[in-house]
């Protein structure tokens, strides 16, 4: 398995731009999970959902952030538009939810800059 | 949330164990107690989780106070590659899996 994939790795925009990041979970998995991690704040859940559904985005900074996921293999999390205190690691992990066993398996991540 | 305590740094030796320490003392019964670590520019990865007894994998074991209100991560023989920052975390069983992950403890390993 390929494990979880995130794109892009980097990313440098401009504040006002739009900024896509993508997360194509494990298969079979049905939890997806955003994070953001700063050295100010650490490790942040942004938003989680569970067979596509967003179970709670309680972690989301404010309207500039907004997250989907169109099906069981891809998530977006979308920035616009974006400030320089966006800048971050995003990640983006899944789990298979079920019994005792909800293990996350993390991205890569993508480290978002914005100047 | 129920919240854990770590210490924000501990040191080790190579090859010899690490006792990794959190206390957790408003744990409610049916709280899962996880433990992820994250090695340098990488995303965190999960080492071992458990409820009330103690646990074994082939990465490290957790032993579980009787009361559950702290649990001890055992690395038996560190290595250069378990330099990371180790997270110990509570998972309620009516979070889908949600984890809210606190500042962790700073491993060094010296060769």
């Known amino acids: 398995d390929a494990g979880v994939i995130q794109s892009p790795r980097h990313e440098v925009t401009e504040m006002g731009q739009e900024v896509t990041l993508r997360c194509k979970p494990i298969?079979?998995?049905?939890?997806l999970f955003w994070y953001r991690q700063t050295m100010m704040r650490g490790l942040e859940l942004l938003i989680y959902?569970?067979?596509?559904?967003?179970?709670?985005d309680s972690g989301m900074p404010e309207d500039r952030f907004s997250a989907k996921m169109p099906n069981a293999s891809f998530s977006t999390l979308k920035i616009q538009p974006s400030e320089p205190r966006d800048s971050a690691v995003y990640f983006c992990?899944?789990?298979?939810?079920?019994?005792?066993?909800?293990?996350?398996?993390f991205g890569p991540g993508t480290r978002l800059t914005v100047t | 949330d129920a919240k854990t305590t770590q210490p924000n740094s501990m040191e080790s030796n190579e090859e010899e164990p690490v006792h990794l320490p959190c206390n957790h003392s408003?744990?409610?019964?049916?709280?899962?107690i996880h433990w992820y670590r994250q090695l340098p520019s990488q995303g965190p990865e999960y080492v071992i989780h458990?409820?009330?007894s103690n646990v074994n994998n082939r990465m490290a074991s957790l032993a579980i106070a009787e009361d559950r209100k702290s649990s001890t991560l055992i690395l038996h023989r560190a290595t250069l590659r378990d330099a990371a920052v180790y997270y110990c975390?509570?998972?309620?069983?009516?979070?889908?899996?949600?984890?809210?992950f606190g500042a962790g403890t700073q491993v060094v390993v010296t060769p």
């Open positions: 992990a899944s789990s298979l939810s079920s019994g005792t066993h909800y293990e996350q398996y």
């Open positions: 298969s079979g998995h049905n939890s």
């Open positions: 959902f569970n067979n596509n559904v967003p179970i709670d």
């Open positions: 408003t744990i409610s019964g049916t709280d899962y």
């Open positions: 458990g409820l009330t």
């Open positions: 975390i509570l998972r309620t069983t009516d979070s889908w899996g949600k984890l809210q």
